[in-house]
């Protein structure tokens, strides 16, 4: 069993930043990558940015040049950076791992985080 714990989103102003991260605790996520996802209201959830055990990252082309992921396999955690922040990227953002999570399709057997709101105003 692993727990994934994110840290708070906000609000913030178009344009601005925010970092998010994501802590695994119970059994390590060593076995799979992690990544970020995100859903907005009517939307599918979409696929934000991965990264693998190896550190190769899968970037959304809209959030491509303005978020960074990367990881802390010391600390269990896996941070999201985000700049440049758009009204469009408003969404509860979750991290999740499992087979899938890194190509954008997770599958019945994905652990997920409880999810945290981001907010951009424009």
């Known amino acids: 069993q692993v727990q994934l714990l994110e840290s708070e989103g906000g609000l913030v102003q178009a344009g601005g930043s925010l970092k998010l991260a994501c802590t695994a605790s119970?059994?390590?996520?060593?076995?799979?990558?992690m990544g970020w996802y995100r859903q907005a209201p009517g939307k599918e959830r979409e696929l934000v940015a991965a990264?693998?055990?190896?550190?190769?990252?899968n970037i959304a082309d809209s959030v491509k040049g303005r978020f960074t992921i990367s990881r802390d396999n010391v600390k269990n955690t896996v941070y999201l950076q985000m700049n440049s922040l758009k009204p469009e990227d408003t969404a509860i953002y979750r991290c999740?791992?499992?087979?899938?999570?890194?190509?954008?399709?997770?599958?019945?057997?994905?652990?997920w985080g409880q999810g945290t709101q981001v907010t951009v105003s424009s």
């Open positions: 999740g791992t499992g087979p899938g999570v890194i190509l954008g399709v997770p599958g019945a057997g994905t652990y």
């Open positions: 119970g059994r390590t996520f060593g076995g799979y990558g």
């Open positions: 990264i693998t055990n190896g550190g190769r990252t």
